[in-house]
Structure formats: C-alpha cells, structure tokens
DNA sequence: TTCTATTTCGACCAAACGGACGAAATTAGA
DNA sequence: TCTAATTTCGTCCGTTTGGTCGAAATAGAA
C-alpha cells in the first residue's frame, strides 16, 4: 500500500537514538520538539511512532537495558582477561546508561523497583554475564566491584589510581 | 533593621529541604512553582534567596555533597564493624543523592568532571573516611566494593543476596 | 492512472515555564 | 511612633511545553 518502512523497526532505531539524547539531557530536559529536530522528523511523525513523551522515554530505557543475550559470554582467555574484556564493555556507556536509568526509576519506591521486569531482566543480564565467568559463588561480590569501580572512575572525571589487584577484578 | 532572618542560614535550609524535591523530580521536571510550593513560600520568595533555578540547584547538590568532614570516622570496633557502620551511613540516602549528582554532571565531560571542585570534595571524603578504616592501600578497592554493593542494592529494589563476605566489606 | 493506507508535516491550543517587577507586609533601631 | 531595610507576595510577560488535528505527501496495489 503505502511507504515502504518497517514501523516497528523504525521506531526501535529512533528509540535507540532517542535514548542518547535523553541520557544527556535529562527526562524533563528533553522536549519533544528537541528530540524530533535531534533525530531529523517533525514533532508529529514523532508522535505517530511513540504514543507519549513516556512512552518514547520507555522505548529508549528498553533499548538501553541489556537484555538476556546482550552481554556475550566470551569464554576464551584466563579470568582476569575475560573479567577485563566485560568491564570494558560495560563501561562502554556505563554513565550514559546509568543517567537513562536514575531517571527510570527516580521517584519509584524500592518495593516498585523490585517488582521492575526490565530492571530485574538488565541485573540478571550482568549477573549472568559475571557468573559465567567466576561462578556464581562470587558472582554477586564482583559485580559489585565492577559497578563500584566504573561508578568512580566517571565520578572523578577518567581514570582512577590503580588498585592493587585486590583479587583479579581491576585492571 | 527588618525582619530577623539569617539570610545565608535561611537558603542553606531551603536548599536543603530543595535537594530532596530535585533528586525525586529530577532537575528538569522540578519547576521553581512546584519547589516553592513545597517549601512553603512563594515564588518570588524563593527567587529572592536563589537568583535563578540553576543556583538554587547548585546550592543543593553542595549541601548534599559530603564536606571534609561530613563522614565521621568512628573510631571504635573492628574493622569490619566499622566498614558496616560507614556503609550503612553512605546507604542512608544513596540513591536520592546519586540521582542528584548524575543530574549534576549531566552534559559535564570527563574533564570537566575531573575538575569540578565539589564533586573531587565529595570523593576526597569518601575516600578518607575509607582510608581511615582500611588504610590508603586497599582504600581505593574497598571503596569501590561498597558503592558497587549500594549500587546493586538501590537497582534490585531493595537487599540483594548476602555474598560470602569477600574481604570483610560486605555483611 | 487511480485508489488507498500510511507517513510526514505545519498550525494550533491550553497549560506551564523561568524570570521580572512593584507593591505590601514585617520589624529592628531612632 | 515613625522610618527604613528586608522579606514576602501577586501579577504580568514572552517563551516553551506536551499533545491534537486536518491536510499534504508518499508509494504499493488495482
């Protein structure tokens, strides 16, 4: 009939596009109007793909979070190495990914939080993507490493002293 | 003369009381109206203490942001008793002050992250009330191992699962 | 070519925005 | 009590906001 694009893949790569816009800008920072002239359509095709402004934001925080197979299990290399390889692929985009997701969840309650499905699916994602590489014995104490110590190298502005191998995770 | 007001204590407890508004809504979808409001007093009232939005931001991520000595080190108990007592106290308000802080680096490269006074303040103090319990050896590791767990913590929506005390950090 | 379903757009709206301003209220010192 | 500096307030302004709507453009099917 007419025009020949995909909406639903069409939308997914706005959504995905959209999603670095709002991560630097903010939920209220980023206006329709803005977003539309970022991603080079009118504020109304805009509105033909997203219903709302939530829902485009929804959009973008699903093409952020990583889903079940989007943090590869690389299985060559020894511990450390492949340790390395997932925190350099985590903080590809850790800050931009951490910005879109405070203002996911600002102002839900924990018991909101927990009750999440992607929030619980993108922690399973890591979880998963770091049990497959310690176990999950020590799974959860290395993630935690992890996301520390990305957390504070964007804090401080770049990189940070280098620790002293506390047991394998820092590079 | 006039009224009996301590100008400079006044706005410090409006900024406050503000940051709680700004890390719940957001820097974008708080409005000077709605803040007021909340704080109760006018408009104009509030523009009387903060010249403009964007100060009165900046004042509230200063108050939220931990001065030098803003984390007590509490000298008594063992290590790990005091690792858990420090925790708990960063714990208190993370995630309120974490979505205030990624507010405020919003847009901020990395070097202008890196030479931002407040934000390199805030750190120094964590990594002080660290090093105070741990040493300067295995501060930086330590200190990534809790804002990691608080991290991992805030996004499960609640407790994660007690890993197998790694190092003495974790309860 | 003509029809028709989809995509794109400009124009429009009421509401809310940040901020400016002068008047009203308040109160310590004379 | 009167004065004067400060705090508080209501009102106004131009701009931007999220969202709607009908028309125009597009292009596969007839």
Known sequence: MP??????AHSQDLARRAAAYFSQHGYGGTSMRKIA??????KSALYHYF?????????????????EDALPQNATGSETD??????????QDFAAEMALIFD??????QAEIAQDEAMQLALSAYRGAVAAIVGETRSEQVLAQIMGELMLVYLSGGETQKTPQPHGVTG
């Open 104 to 109: 996911y969840l600002r102002g839900k309650s």
């Open 82 to 91: 492949r340790l390395q390889a997932l925190k350099e692929m985590m903080g």
């Open 37 to 42: 002239q970022h991603l080079g359509l009118s």
């Open 51 to 67: 219903p709302t402004k939530e829902a485009l934001f929804l959009a973008c925080t699903r093409q952020v979070m990583p889903g």
């Open 3 to 8: 025009k020949i694009i995909d909406h639903d």
